[in-house]
């Protein structure tokens, strides 16, 4: 099963920002919503933003909102998260997921079939 492949986490001080991104290969996922999640250790994983496969919908978590913007590039079949205004409370690993053709973006993980391995992001304190 193809899988997105997560990249761009590392660590960060309080106040950073990162840009995650998520691609796959050829035209994978390019007519599925996407989203990303994350889990910090000892918690439930929980949604952080989703898109949908035209990128002009998307949703936010509200500990997110005014931080953290998602977006995708169509043509390079990436999607991207730019996380600004970083907290430690936002240290965790983050996946992106994708849903069946067609679905609309969504924050209920089990609307997404497909999640990458995830990458780590740490924000120091």
């Known amino acids: 099963q193809v899988q997105p492949v997560e990249s761009g986490g590392g660590l960060v001080q309080n106040g950073g920002s990162l840009r995650l991104s998520c691609s796959a290969p050829?035209?994978?996922?390019?007519?599925?919503?996407m989203g990303w999640f994350r889990q910090a250790p000892g918690k439930e994983r929980e949604c952080v933003a989703a898109?949908?496969?035209?990128?002009?919908?998307?949703e936010y978590a509200d500990s997110v909102k005014g931080r953290f913007t998602i977006s995708r590039d169509v043509a390079k079949n990436t999607v991207f998260l730019q996380m600004t205004s970083l907290i430690p409370e936002d240290t965790a690993v983050y996946s992106c997921?994708?849903?069946?053709?067609?679905?609309?973006?969504?924050?209920?993980?089990?609307?997404?079939?497909?999640w990458g391995q995830g990458t780590q992001v740490t924000v120091s304190s």
């Open positions: 050829g035209r994978m996922f390019s007519d599925s919503a």
């Open positions: 898109i949908s496969w035209s990128g002009y919908v998307t």
């Open positions: 997921a994708a849903t069946l053709p067609g679905r609309g973006p969504s924050c209920w993980s089990y609307d997404y079939s497909s």
